[in-house]
């Protein structure tokens, strides 16, 4: 398993949101130019990127930061964030290994799936952020999570991988910045379905013992960023989840 420290950009600054409320913004005296380098020096060779602020416009605004981040610190990056139509798709591309796909992979499947055949499964990370009902089934958010459907993941995801989909990133909403640990029970039912996905988990992590957790699990990737932020996985710890040369 491999970790993918998280940057969220908002204002240009790197911050952190509780649950996705732009209310409750944490802000962190970092930038993030040298927060993708300091990355990189450890050793990772994907970063994962929110534009905030595109997702909150509906269109990319940090595209030239998240150039500057990517050409400084000589790493991949996959980029969610404001991509509503193909004019905003191709302008992340052009900074993006990968560019990341949520509402849209529930609301209008046959534009994406016409952007799949266009532009290649591989350019994509589709991201389905859920919460666990009270039947347990984990129900899709779309709009920021501010728009709760009766749509299962599992019927959202359903076809996407006969269309060449091998990335996915899965959040448990109630876990995101958290800290409460992520829904491993989630990631080992997605795993158990969609053993051929490379599945992202995103939400939750605290320290090196979640990740230890997940990897156990056979989850192949794994989000992280607050708990990178705040310091608690050490720089060894850090790589050790960092691929290898």
């Known amino acids: 398993m491999h970790l993918l420290p998280a940057i969220d950009i908002r204002g240009g600054r790197c911050v952190r949101l509780l649950q996705g409320d732009f209310d409750k913004e944490t802000r962190y005296d970092v930038d993030p130019v040298e927060l993708a380098r300091s990355y990189a020096a450890l050793g990772a060779s994907w970063l994962h990127v929110v534009d905030l602020d595109g997702a909150a416009q509906g ?3 940090n595209l030239d930061l998240i150039a500057a981040m990517r050409e400084s610190a000589g790493v991949c990056i ?7 139509n193909r004019d905003n798709l191709e302008k992340v591309l052009c900074v993006a290994n990968r560019v990341v796909i949520g509402s849209l992979a529930v609301t209008d499947r046959s534009v994406l799936t016409a952007w799949l055949e266009e532009f290649g499964a591989d350019r994509f990370t589709l991201a389905f952020d859920v919460r666990i009902e009270a039947d347990a089934e984990p129900h899709v958010t779309t709009h920021g999570w501010q728009r709760d459907t009766a749509l299962s ?5 359903a076809g996407y991988d006969s269309q060449g989909i091998r990335h996915v990133l899965c959040t448990d909403v109630g876990r995101d910045g958290a800290m409460q640990g992520p829904n491993f029970e989630l990631y080992a039912a997605c795993i158990e379905r969609w053993p051929e996905i490379e599945f992202q988990a995103s939400g939750g992590v605290r320290d090196a013992r979640d990740l230890e957790r997940l990897r156990a699990l056979g989850v192949p990737r794994a989000v992280a960023g607050k708990s990178l932020l705040e310091g608690r996985l050490s720089e060894a710890e850090i790589r050790s989840f960092l691929p290898s040369e």
């Open 59 to 61: 269109e990319p605004v």
């Open 78 to 84: 996959q980029v969610g964030g404001g991509v509503r």
């Open 153 to 157: 993941l599992w019927d959202a995801l």
